[in-house]
Structure formats: C-alpha cells, structure tokens
C-alpha cells in the first residue's frame, strides 16, 4: 500500500475505529445523478481518427 498523507491517515483510523458512518445522499441529489447518468448514455458519440502504424503501436503498448 502507498504511504498515506496525514489527512488520508487520520480518515483511515477513524473508519478503522467506526468513527465515520455512511449516509445516503438527499433524493433531490440522487434525481440529479441519475438524469446525468442517463443524458450520458443516450448521448451518440462517433469519432474518427487516423493514426499511423507506429503511433497506434504506441497507444496499444
């Protein structure tokens, strides 16, 4: 595992401790997710590219 930063550490031992508790978020915040998640997907994205032989290599590599 990297070594933690201060903060990140401090987080890690409360959840550790069961200090910090999961909540859910309000249904208002939920309905904006979700009608981003859906605009998203219903979005066609095409795109076309050309790229030589070595560059290709270099993306694939």
Known sequence: MKKLDAFKKDILDAY???????????????????AAATATFLKEKRINIRLSAPDLMDIQA
Do not use: H, I, M, Q
């Not at 200090?19 to 979700?34: D, N, Q």
């Open 16 to 34: 550790e401790k069961g200090e910090l508790k999961a909540t859910s978020p309000p249904k208002a915040r939920l309905a904006k997710f979700k």
